[in-house]
């Protein structure tokens, strides 16, 4: 069973590094798993935290946000606001007990599209051994 | 310019405090003491709760006549409008050109200090005064029965012991004293740096309870105190040892009722219930002093979707729940404000339907505080935990981990 269950995952790819890394991973062809959405961000930081929860609590089964390397932010340090603010809501999730690995958090250059497809593919294999998200059916939602 | 504009100075507890004698019980020397901050303490006006003529509630009153503050007390039974709240309204379009001081209960000066930083209180030309708080009533139960709940509060304010009447969330309240005292060393005195929000305590539980002591916590506090003619010439340390004795226990309790609670609260099945009966009201988030927006995006129409959606929705999970998504709102809630929350209360007081929302949103902001090296309300000068950051921290929650590479610490302050 869980080897067919199929993930729905949603990513929020900021637009000036990670959108452009997964660009370049499709145009050199390289294999990615088909169970992501992309949405594409300004910034990492435009990602509010009702984003990531509105996904989850449609039943997404894991949500990936992906922007610049710290440093390389296009407007400099948005990313750095990004990681607290995902910092915060991990905190949240994982104090409360409410599904926090299935949130992540990553760095991907506009040049990094092996990395794109490495992180994209793992991310997927591990939601897929995690099964699907409770939220997705639960009576109370 | 005034010599108020400087507002961090030294926090330490001040090893001396002037003393004003109570023979007639400590109510009447702190409406004294205001009385006498009116008259020679070179201030325009006291923002502090007064009686509404027959009623037995208090309400926030900016008072300009000495003789209205007969009627004030800083510690009304029942926490109705949260002082930050309040004082928020009195200062948000800017600086008051009036010299005032805000007399509140100490989680109101946090939430006032927490709104400075947000923008809400300009805390440029007011002073912060603060008091010893032995807690409030539940809300609702006093409304039922105000005489009943008169009573009880005597007893409140007269034993300072664990009481069984105050609300929950003054029981395992370890934050009723001087801001900054819960997080400072707990033997010896204070650093000359520890941290400070407030310029002037009340301090009721001195070792002669004839009295009360005022502690000028800052230089601008020991100004007005000085211009009053009260000599700051006792020292503090019995007081200082009676609130550190009483913050241990309260410590003690508010870890094993947080240990408690995680049972209750950790998990989806357990979340879900807790927060089961919500009649969405928005209650909790409407008297939140920290809830500042103008436009919550969960009163706003963006979250809706056309019927199609909620139908291709009901279908896909066999049923749906209406209005959607009630989850959202207080996890979308905790995301924006826990970090400065004050665990005041305001949110448990308001719920019509009794959901211990301060509990959970307090034990949230207990765990998540300190992962940002934060206490809500406590230090005027630390910026909010998310308009900050180091450029290397929290490697461990990246993904491929960052962890085990070299750490600077390099501040990057957006002020």
Known sequence: ?141 | MTPHQERTGPGAVPAQAAFLPAPEGTKKAVTDFLKTLMDQGGLDALLVPVEVPDTPFHAWVMVKKSEVLDKAHPLPPVMSVQGGRALSSLTKHGTPWLHIAAVMRPCEARAAVELAKLKQVRLDNVVLITIDCPGALPLAEYVADPEKGQERYKTVADTWHENEFLRPACARCHRFSLTGLEDGPSEGPAPDDAPASVDIHIGLLGEDQNGILLLPVTPSGAEILKKTGLEADRPTAGWESRVRDLLKKKKEKRQAAHEEFRKDITGLDRFLTVFDPCINCHNCMNVCPVCYCQQCYFDTQTQFCTSSVYMDRARKRGALRFPPDPLLFHLGRMSHMVLSCVSCGACEDACPVSIPVGKVFSWVADETQPAFGYSAGTDRGDPLPLQNFLKEEFCEIETPSACGQAQSTEVKENA
């Open chain 1, 1 to 141: 069973m869980t080897q067919e269950f199929k993930p729905n995952l949603v990513g929020y790819l900021c637009n000036w590094c990670s959108y452009a890394g997964a660009d370049l991973a499709g145009a050199t062809k390289l294999e990615i798993k088909p169970t992501l959405s992309v949405v594409r961000v300004m910034c990492s930081s435009r990602v509010n935290s009702n984003l990531v929860l509105t996904a989850l609590a449609w039943g997404a089964d894991g949500v990936l946000i992906a922007g610049c390397h710290p440093g390389d932010c296009h407007y400099e340090q948005g990313n750095y606001y990004a990681r607290r603010r995902f910092a915060l809501l991990k905190k949240i999730l994982e104090s409360l007990d409410l599904e926090a690995d299935r949130i992540q958090l990553s760095w991907i250059s506009a040049a990094e599209g092996k990395r794109y497809a490495d992180i994209v593919n793992d991310f997927a294999e591990k939601i897929s051994r995690r099964g699907p998200s409770p939220l997705r059916n639960h009576s109370k939602i």
